[in-house]
């Protein structure tokens, strides 16, 4: 973990919901997607519209996760403008 770093900013604010949808997005590993899916779903959570095949969706309290497998290739994403530091994506 030499190249990762973690930083946080504390104030005495916390975002609203809608900002979250600007910040950086946590990912969750599983190994059967589907089944989380379908209890990720039934939990209630807000699912997004992200054209993707990974669901996206915001936890209560806000917070952005995308769900994927452990397994699974992500390598298409590392290349995307989106993953580079400095640039930003953003959501529909």
């Known amino acids: 973990m030499d190249d990762v770093h973690f930083c946080f900013v504390y104030q005495s604010t916390a975002l609203d919901e809608s900002d979250f949808l600007k910040a950086i997005y946590l990912e969750l590993k599983t190994d059967n997607t589907e089944e989380m899916?379908?209890?990720i779903l039934a939990f209630g959570v807000k699912k997004l519209a992200v054209p993707d095949a990974q669901l996206y969706f915001q936890a209560p309290g806000g917070q952005v996760f995308r769900l994927v497998g452990i397994n699974e290739d992500l390598s298409l994403y590392e290349g995307s403008p989106?993953?580079?530091?400095g640039s930003s994506a953003s959501a529909s």
């Open 37 to 39: 899916k379908q209890k």
């Open 82 to 85: 989106s993953s580079r530091p």
